[in-house]
């Protein structure tokens, strides 16, 4: 029988609506990974892009069905943490929650240092120095509470999306100064492989799933996460399709893909708007995951799968003051100490063993707290499996031996003294 799973010491603060929960989640996934992105699934999918592109938005789909009907049923902090506890056992809802905080924390490093190519061109340590400083303040700005982390979202969301409709006009309403050779070649395992890039660009939903207990509303979990998951299929695929018209076979070696657009219709003058604009996105994928990872952090140290002292919530602010800081430090630390290129894999690895046991818990729920079909969740464990044998096998690897270490570590925590 799976563990109950209480909530001991101090509850957070309901303090957010439901719009707020949306922009968090929009911030997450209207991250860096648009500007980027899709440059390497265009080299991995060829003419089959936007075949890998609905194939990512399906398995995303059926994750954030899973996500939205557990955090229904379970408006507490800990995502998939608390669902694969309460749903399955303690052991599942461990690795869930170990994936996310290991992933995620990998993916920090990766959204502060990306805010810095743009911010702060050049690289050496003044970028690595820029980086560490937005991590810093950010999560000076998260420890003053909810609402103020998602009015900061609301901003740097507002400015991304500014720049992304930008691009689209621009680009969709002029003609291409030189018409480009177009995408070619397709294979299966490319389809997958760019599904699976594309595919983390939609993982923000989660962060919304994690802030449930903060949520005014609750039951209304389920429809800020349809909501902006529908927002950002549609921004993708307007930027896919963009990329394509004024890029072609480009695309795939593109390392500014959004700003080549626009030089390719002639319009030079919004590549600082678009850099101004992947800064901003950077930034608001970097502000919502620390959000996330702090949330998870705190679920696990309640329930003594992390040192107990995680689990303290501020008396003023009403947030994991102890969870965020450590979460800001250890960020901190990697973008100063690592070269994260080669850990993205690392990351989504992590990220899609999160979601297995999300569709997992979710298969499990008695009739009574259904609100999607099973197939939903069968075909969304099947996905997230596939889009795991994609990875880099050192990835994946890797990935293996962090997730057996975790184990063992709780394994030692928990033996009787």
């Known amino acids: 029988m799976p563990d109950t799973v209480p909530t001991p010491g101090r509850a957070l603060a309901r303090r957010i609506g439901t719009t707020d929960a949306v922009v968090v989640g929009l911030s997450a996934m209207l991250g860096a990974g648009v500007f980027v992105a899709f440059a390497p699934a265009a080299s991995a999918a060829g003419s089959a892009l936007l075949v890998s592109l609905g194939l990512a938005a399906l398995i995303a789909f059926c ?40 992933g995620k924390t990998a993916s920090c490093s990766v959204m502060a240092l990306a805010f810095a190519a743009y911010a ?65 070649g397709a294979s299966t395992l490319g389809v997958l492989q760019a599904a699976g890039l594309l595919f983390f660009a939609f993982a923000g939903y989660a962060r919304i799933a994690t802030l449930a207990e903060e949520v005014r509303r609750p039951e209304q979990i389920s429809r800020a996460i349809l909501v902006a998951l529908g927002v950002t299929l549609a921004v993708y695929l307007a930027v896919a399709l963009v990329l394509v018209r004024t890029l072609g076979a480009d695309l795939a070696s593109s ?90 894999g690392f990351s989504s690895f992590g990220v899609l063993t999160y979601y297995f046991v999300a569709n997992a818990a979710a298969w499990r729920q008695p009739a009574g707290e259904r609100r999607w079909p099973q197939a939903l969740q069968l075909l969304g464990m099947s996905g997230c499996l596939v889009l795991v ?20 570590g709780r394994l030692a925590l928990r033996r009787p003294r």
Not at 71 to 93: E, I, K, N, Q
Not at 127 to 155: C, E, K, M, S
Not at 317 to 337: E, F, K, M, N, Y
């Open 389 to 408: 044998g994609t990875l880099p096998g050192p990835s994946v690897l890797a990935g293996l031996a962090v997730l057996a270490v975790g184990l063992l």
């Open 63 to 102: 994750n954030a069905t899973s996500s939205a009907q557990l955090a229904a049923v379970h408006p507490s902090s800990g995502g998939t943490y608390l669902f694969g506890r309460v749903v399955l056992g303690p052991w599942w809802g461990f690795v869930a929650g170990w994936g996310f905080v290991i």
């Open 120 to 184: 702060v061109p050049g690289g050496g340590w003044w970028q690595r120095g820029a980086a560490a400083a937005a991590v810093a303040l950010f999560t000076a700005a998260t420890l003053r509470g909810i609402n103020r982390t998602a009015q900061v979202a609301r901003v740097l969301l507002g400015v991304t999306g500014s720049v992304l409709v930008l691009v689209v006009l621009l680009s969709a309403s002029r003609e291409v100064v030189e018409a480009p050779d177009p995408l070619t």
């Open 255 to 344: 390392a500014t893909p959004l700003s080549d657009a626009v030089g390719a219709v002639g319009a030079g003058w919004a590549r600082p708007a678009v850099r101004v604009g992947a800064a901003a996105a950077a930034l608001g994928a970097l502000l919502a995951l620390l959000v996330g990872v702090s949330r998870t952090t705190l679920a696990m140290a309640r329930e003594r799968d992390l040192p107990a002292w995680l689990a303290s919530v501020s008396d003023r602010h009403r947030v994991p003051d102890h969870a965020q800081l450590a979460v800001g430090v250890a960020v901190v630390v990697l973008v100063l100490s690592v070269d994260l290129r080669g850990a993205i």
